[in-house]
């Protein structure tokens, strides 16, 4: 009983932790708009092939195959859920303007837990460690930068690449939960064990 005890323990605090990277290789058309992909779902954001493109942010911004999403039309994107998640980490790379500001709003259940805004690169991806728990939307909003000499685009467009999510991390309340649970099965066994 312990052991079915300690293990249901380690093993619900291992699926909270585990993250796993979303990569936009298989399943997608490049110039697709898609809204399901990665068990989230998307909403302003396009499949893009980046092997055979001119010069750009764009190109460069592929580190986990050739495939990319980016916000088609440099408008709002979103990603959401309909449980809660954690936003890890991800590869962002402006498309065609140096210097160009990404605001990142994570919310849940309507109301906004953080918002930071992050500046990219236009000639390389910029890893970026969101650190979003417990939040069941995020929202990119592009704006700002200057033209990139040599690119042939002025959008503020961006492209995402290796977003890493995870399970949403509990509230502390949910864990003393956990614990007062695994504590009332381990007194009931004891007094099962003394009874017998």
């Known amino acids: 009983m312990k ?3 300690a293990t249901l323990a380690l093993s619900s605090l291992t699926s909270i932790a585990s993250a796993a990277p979303v990569t936009f290789e298989s399943g997608l058309v490049s110039g697709q708009v898609f809204t ?3 068990g989230l779902n998307w909403s302003g954001f396009a499949a893009l092939n980046t092997a055979s493109l001119p010069s750009s942010g764009l190109k460069l911004a592929a580190t986990s195959g050739s495939f990319v999403a980016f916000n088609k039309g440099a408008g709002v994107a979103t990603i959401s859920s309909a ?7 991800a590869d962002l790379t402006a498309g ?4 160009l500001s990404v605001t990142v709003v994570g919310k849940l259940g309507g109301s906004t837990v953080s918002s930071t805004t992050y500046t990219l690169s236009a000639t390389s991806p910029t890893h970026i460690a969101f650190g979003l728990g417990n939040v069941d939307s995020v929202s990119f909003t592009s704006f700002g930068g200057t033209p ?3 690119y042939n685009g002025t959008q503020a467009t961006f492209a995402l690449d290796t977003l890493t999510i995870a399970a949403a991390v509990p509230e502390p309340e949910t864990y003393a939960m956990l614990l007062a649970g695994l504590g009332l099965m381990g007194a009931v066994a004891r007094r099962r064990n003394k009874r017998a």
């Open 148 to 150: 990139h000499l040599g």
């Open 3 to 5: 052991k079915l005890m």
């Open 83 to 89: 449980t809660p998640f954690s936003l890890v980490g």
């Open 96 to 99: 065609w303007r140096d210097g």
């Open 36 to 38: 399901a992909f990665g």
